[in-house]
């Protein structure tokens, strides 16, 4: 059984710029959320989508937005990048927004410089 | 707002030792994870637990609902459970996570 696959693993942009980050959860899970870590301030929720709907978002500007396909996969996206957006960003996909626990991808390093 | 709090931050071992992780929350949860993280990034959920006890291998965790606190213990330490260990929770009414700020655990042959 396959497992949480993240595009690309790692990304280098640019100040200003704007990156899209994927993630495929795993098959049959319809649930997908994405989490930003930084040494600073550790796990943080970004955002949790489930049937296409987004169904919480976390506390982080307008820049960050998402979305998820029919299939179930989602992306990501961050507009305007800052060199504080600097971070790995994790995906995760459950069952049934995560009442049977998450699996996780191996993440997306973003470097901003 | 729901603070986790993790002790200890960081945590130094001898092979074979018995290790104790401890996780304390302030809100009504519906669900606590354990998770580790290995250097390179990646995460596995160890545990996800609503009371009582759930033991995998040499992991155990342990969850006290009414006083708001959970402890992952783990039997026999090796260097290969050298790793970050986080705790997640799950707010009662909420599909989101807020996580600890993990315990860093290195474990010397």
């Known amino acids: 059984k396959a497992g949480v696959t993240q595009t690309p693993r790692y990304l280098i942009k640019t100040r200003g710029q704007q990156v899209t980050l994927s993630c495929s959860p795993i098959?049959?899970?319809?649930?997908v959320s994405w989490y930003q870590q930084t040494p600073g301030q550790g796990l943080q929720f970004l955002f949790e989508y489930f049937s296409e709907t987004q169904r919480n978002k976390g506390n982080f500007p307008g820049r960050f937005s998402g979305r998820q396909f029919s299939n179930s996969r989602s992306e990501m996206n961050v507009s305007t990048l800052e060199l504080g957006d600097s971070a790995l960003y994790l995906c995760?996909?459950?069952?049934?927004?995560?009442?049977?626990?998450?699996?996780f991808g191996s993440g997306t390093r973003l470097t901003v410089v | 707002k729901n603070e986790v709090e993790q002790s200890p931050q960081n945590l130094t071992a001898q092979e074979g030792e018995f290790i104790t992780i401890n996780c304390s929350y302030s809100?009504?949860?519906?669900?606590l994870h354990w998770l580790q993280q290995h250097p390179g990034g990646g995460i596995v959920s160890l545990f996800m637990?609503?009371?009582g006890k759930k033991k995998h291998g040499r992991l155990i965790a342990t969850i006290n609902i009414q006083e708001k606190h959970s402890s992952l213990h783990i039997t026999a330490s090796h260097p290969r459970d050298s790793a970050v260990y986080i705790c997640a929770v799950r707010e009662s009414g909420y599909s989101t996570l807020t996580f600890g700020k993990g315990t860093m655990l290195l474990v010397s042959p």
């Open positions: 637990l609503s009371s």
């Open positions: 809100v009504g949860i519906s669900a």
């Open positions: 995760a996909s459950s069952q049934d927004e995560g009442y049977y626990g998450y699996t």
């Open positions: 098959s049959g899970h319809r649930s």
